[in-house]
């Protein structure tokens, strides 16, 4: 058995617990071996004397009488067996497992680990430990499971894969980065994540389980980066310099110093031979669409073709109707390519793109369909980057001439992420907001307060402003969100009748439904919206002045940052309301952040701080990589370690060709082949 055969060569996998297993991410044996556990119990013998009331003990005792099964009602059942523990008889009850009946033999030796009772001096049992044959182990790993797959079953699993393919296992650590930071060979670490016969050894296990976690993902994004930097997978793009200052000059406004710095720290990626690969990162509002505007002008004055990609349709309309307008007095042909885009005018635009006649186009992920080729494509921008998920970059190089990357997010992302999430990338910030755009004033009230809220709403809207209304949507709980979103819905038509017409969108609705919400909210025709996503509210509104956020502790403070930053891009003043009953002092720390500051830097790092990076952004498809074991926030110092020893790794030997680096070369290999197509 190897560590690369499917785990339905172990004992008792059929295709069905196949299915259930690979729902864990358990597709191989050696997934198996290095799925490891979360935590542990402490299954250290104890004598009667020591257990407290209602603690979780083992108990080892001799089996003084044959065990009873007792049915009662469909798949109910109790066994009871009595264990002679120290010199006092024990009643051992185990609730629907009759299968363990089999396992007590009167006379014989058993170790069980469950929930004492002492008043009733009986143990409600959870597991058989040990029986006469074997050793009873002194801590149990406990493992991320699933509705399908129990946690005995993980355990057996695991058990066989050790005693059939344990020796299989091979360093892909380098023995010299072993040896620097005293870590443990991968079958130590495996045995003592899943069998350590004391905490000192889990303890060390999982701190070299760590580092090697972080230091494979650094040495992935090394090999991107090595890849993305060779000449001949770039372009070199020579723009017209004198055109670009033409285009500039008839901008209404003037360019903040930091879009100028990030214009020509991106223009001087494109001219340069090697392929780019670069974050634009700035706060809600910072101006990065003029500065996308202007790169992809300096790829179409080189005679080369760019697309601009957006995670909606709307927005990717808007985009649309900006850059028309923009353009219209230079020698630029657009196309806007959409999910609505009709039979014949896609069939259009697909010639025009491959003919080279359309110049620039804008769309959502169709733009990037098999489909869909180029003549000449120079440049990709991926706005909202983390809506299209880590691994899906790659795949962008592979269109046309291996055009240059540019990603665009809105999502501040602390310096302590950003080598995880970006390491591959270089990293353009805008640290400044255009001159005239209005500070948004945010309050925090809790429900019984909303009053004092809707009379500042009823102002904004007889002053002829929009409002904004959002309410949360959680996947497991969307009947229960969209009944919340009606429910306001009903509420606010109530409230601001006579004043205001108000509208609902969720997620449930059909596009086209939606996209026409859109559109009458963009054109006033709808001053009140009321809206349980967030992705469709990504549009420019400037006479929107209020954003009001219902159940505000259930968003990230990221996703709140960036729904406030949707309001106050017109000339008026802006009001973001929160309104939240926050059940414990973090859910209160974090609604106070959102008042104190409008620094989405400083709201990235304080929401790591508070929340941890599981769910900063909210959402699965953040684009940070998920870690099995290690965190990047608690193993921060760990982490900078693994980065830098993996730069100095690929600064050395950047081919990895030194006969030591064979076994994470093919892990590195094998990696690539998983990697993901947007298709």
């Not at 859910?587 to 709201?603: D, H, K, P, S």
Request: proline fraction near 4%; hydrophobic fraction near 45%.
């Amino acid at each position: 058995m190897t560590l690369h055969d499917s785990v339905t060569v172990l004992p008792g996998v059929g295709p069905k617990r196949q299915q259930a297993l690979a729902e864990l991410g358990l597709r191989t044996v050696g997934d198996v071996l290095f799925y490891f556990p979360f935590r542990y119990d402490d299954l250290q013998v104890k004598d009667l004397a020591e257990a407290a009331d209602q603690e979780k003990v083992t108990l080892k005792g001799v089996v003084v009488a044959p065990a009873v099964v007792t049915r009662f009602g469909p798949r109910k059942s109790r066994v009871n067996v009595r264990v002679q523990v120290d010199h006092a008889i024990v009643l051992v009850t185990f609730f629907n497992q009759p299968w363990l009946k089999d396992k007590f033999e009167q006379g014989t030796e058993a170790a069980i680990y469950g929930k004492w009772d002492a008043k009733r001096h009986t143990l409600l049992g959870m597991k058989v430990l040990a029986t006469q044959t074997e050793d009873t182990p002194s801590l149990a790993g406990i493992y991320p499971t699933n509705k399908n797959i129990r946690q005995s079953t993980l355990v057996q699993l695991v058990k066989d894969a050790w005693a059939d393919a344990g020796s299989e296992i091979q360093n892909v650590v380098p023995a010299a980065v072993r040896e620097r930071f005293k870590l443990m060979s991968d079958q130590e670490i495996v045995h003592g994540m899943h069998f350590p016969d004391t905490p000192a050894e889990a303890k060390a296990a999982r701190r070299s389980a760590i580092f090697r976690e972080f230091f494979l993902f650094e040495c992935q994004i090394q090999a991107l980066r090595e890849d993305s930097q060779t000449v001949s997978n770039g372009l070199a793009i020579p723009y017209d310099n004198a055109a670009l200052k033409a285009l500039i000059q008839t901008l209404p406004f003037e360019l903040t110093t930091a879009q100028k710095r990030v214009v020509n720290e991106i223009c001087l990626d494109m001219k340069s031979p090697h392929h780019m690969n670069r974050l634009l990162q700035g706060d809600v509002g910072s101006g990065k669409t003029i500065v996308a505007a202007i790169v992809m002008y300096a790829a179409i004055t080189a005679r080369y073709q760019a697309a601009l990609m957006v995670p909606t349709e709307v927005l990717a309309e808007q985009h649309y109707a900006k850059l028309t307008k923009l353009f219209a007095d230079f020698p630029v042909k657009l196309a806007l390519l959409t999910g609505n885009t009709t039979t014949a005018a896609r069939r259009d635009i697909t010639a025009g793109l491959r003919s080279g006649e359309i110049d620039l186009v804008i769309g959502t992920h169709a733009l990037i369909q098999k489909n869909v080729d180029f003549a000449n494509l120079g440049l990709v921008i991926i706005d909202e980057q983390h809506r299209f998920g880590v691994n899906q970059r790659k795949i962008l190089r592979d269109k046309g001439l291996k055009p240059d990357l540019l990603a665009m997010t809105a999502t501040p992302i602390p310096r302590t992420l950003a080598i995880t999430a970006y390491g591959e990338m270089d990293v353009s910030t805008i640290d400044e907001l255009p001159a005239g755009r209005q500070p948004i004033t945010t309050t925090w009230v809790r429900k019984n307060q909303l009053r004092g809220a809707f009379d500042r709403v009823r102002q904004e809207l007889q002053a002829g402003h929009q409002v904004f209304a959002i309410t949360p949507l959680i996947a497991e709980s969307e009947k229960i969100d969209l009944q919340n979103a009606e429910q306001l819905y009903e509420e606010l038509s109530r409230e601001f009748d006579g004043v205001a017409k108000v509208a609902l969108l969720h997620g449930q609705m059909k596009a086209e439904e939606k996209d026409d919400i859109m559109r009458a909210f963009s054109q006033n025709e709808v001053q009140v919206l009321v809206s349980t996503t967030v992705v469709e509210v990504g549009v420019d509104v400037p006479n929107a002045t209020v954003m009001l956020i219902f159940d505000a502790d259930r968003f990230g403070l990221a996703q709140l940052h960036q729904l406030r930053g949707r309001v106050g891009r017109g000339h008026a003043a802006a009001y973001c309301i929160l309104v939240a009953d926050p059940k414990n002092d973090t859910g209160v720390a974090r609604m106070q952040v959102m008042v104190e500051t409008t620094n989405g830097f400083t709201i990235a790092e304080k929401d790591l701080e508070l929340r941890g990076s599981g769910d900063i952004f909210g959402a699965a498809q953040s684009g940070l990589p998920s870690f099995k074991i290690a965190d990047p926030v608690n193993d921060y110092n760990t982490l900078n370690a693994a980065q830098q020893t993996a730069v100095q790794l690929f600064k050395a030997d950047p081919s990895l060709s030194a006969a030591e680096f064979a076994p994470l070369r093919a892990y590195l290999a094998a990696q690539q082949q998983k990697v993901g197509s947007l298709d």
